[in-house]
């Protein structure tokens, strides 16, 4: 897997996680229904997620399964932003996210779980 993914790619292995395995033409109309794109685009994408390594695409139908999970898509895609935006912190990271919202008693309960888990 090379590269981070991008909105347009993030938004295309949002469908195909929820689908897999999948045409390319049936991701290019789901994605044309939800997101407004043409086949063009939609495919135009696709192609760079193969070429990133994010999925594999095999005839016939050119059927797309993903080759890399949401979860570690997730982690990798955290541990970019906490680098690049938090000079590394986690700790500035859960600072950030916990200054403008209050929890509910349910949320502080399973991060402390989380967090113990560790």
């Not at 070429?51 to 050119?62: L, Q, S, T, V, W």
Request: net charge positive; aromatic share 6%.
């Amino acid at each position: 897997m090379k590269g981070k993914l991008f909105d347009s790619e993030a938004k295309v292995m949002e469908i195909i996680w929820a689908n897999a395995p999948i045409s390319a033409k049936d991701i290019s109309l789901i994605a044309a229904e939800t997101i407004g794109w043409n086949k063009n685009t939609t495919y135009t994408v696709i192609k760079k997620l193969e070429a990133k390594g994010y999925i594999k695409r095999e005839d016939p139908n050119f059927i797309c399964t993903p080759l890399v999970s949401r979860s570690e898509t997730q982690k990798l895609e955290a541990a970019s932003l906490i680098k690049k935006v938090f000079g590394g912190s986690r700790k500035a990271l859960f600072s950030a996210l916990l200054e403008d919202e209050p929890l509910t008693e349910e949320e502080i309960t399973e991060l402390r779980r989380l967090i113990e888990k560790r």
